[in-house]
């Protein structure tokens, strides 16, 4: 008899942790999405949101304590950088691929159409809703393990790198050297659940959109696009790529 999804899921958890779960009930929650919820019947089915923000923060205290154990030197705005530069979306994405999360989603048709097991977002709430049935099946030594297993490559790198930079100010350095002005930074949209905000921005140069974001703070967003346009500067030097078409302020990136 082939063995549920979900009982593949656990296992694959249970090998990095080297110890069985004492319940896999919270993972059936962990990879549901309200999208499914929402095109559910039965009223007993409960989607991933609040375990995404019982992982949020579980997610952080590891993170935080491993960094405090690290850099016993470091003050806390440097450990906030370094914090940073793991817990992002982009990471938290890269880390739920790699476990092959997506694969695991319970989605309504409408993201599944809109390839919804591939987004960065939806990924990355599932990855934290995960942190969260570990959590509650095993306590934090056991969502400890998870997280160091699975954000190892995000921490080397972070340590290989340094902190988080700050890309809004080295993006307003060199716009002010090339192009005598300064960017200007817009909300464009804002969604989510109040535990889970999502905010979306972008940056335009000259009345021009040179980079977005999407973060879980307006600030982290704002970073991202400078990121991004950062990187379009590069291309344009290079001759390689263009900046984005203008936006109206209230159209997502």
Do not use: C
């Amino acid at each position: 008899m082939a063995e549920e999804p979900i009982e593949t899921l656990a296992r694959e958890i249970e090998e990095v942790l080297g110890h069985p779960l004492s319940t896999h009930e919270h993972l059936l929650i962990a990879v549901t999405h309200r999208s499914y919820v929402n095109e559910s019947n039965s009223g007993e089915v409960t989607d991933n949101e609040r375990y995404e923000f019982l992982g949020d923060a579980v997610l952080n205290l590891v993170v935080s304590d491993f960094l405090m154990e690290r850099y016993p030197g470091e003050p806390e705005g440097m450990l906030s950088k370094y914090r940073s530069s793991i817990v992002n979306e982009r990471r938290l994405a890269t880390a739920a691929r790699d476990m092959r999360l997506g694969t695991y989603l319970r989605l309504g048709k409408g993201e599944e159409l809109t390839q919804g097991r591939e987004k960065d977002s939806i990924l990355a709430d599932a990855f934290e809703a995960v942190i969260a049935a570990v959590y509650l099946s095993g306590g934090l030594s056991d969502a400890a393990a998870f997280v160091r297993g699975h954000l190892n490559e995000a921490i080397e790198l972070a340590e290989t790198e340094g902190p988080h930079q700050d890309f809004k100010t080295l993006l307003q350095e060199r716009i002010q050297q090339k192009y005598r002005t300064t960017p200007v930074y817009r909300l464009v949209n804002e969604g989510g659940p109040d535990h889970s905000k999502v905010f979306e921005s972008e940056v335009l140069i000259e009345d021009r959109v040179w980079g977005r974001g999407r973060a879980k703070s307006k600030k982290e967003a704002e970073q991202q696009s400078a990121q991004e346009a950062l990187r379009l500067l590069q291309d344009e030097s290079d001759g390689t790529d263009e900046p984005h078409s203008s936006k109206t302020s209230n159209e997502a990136p």
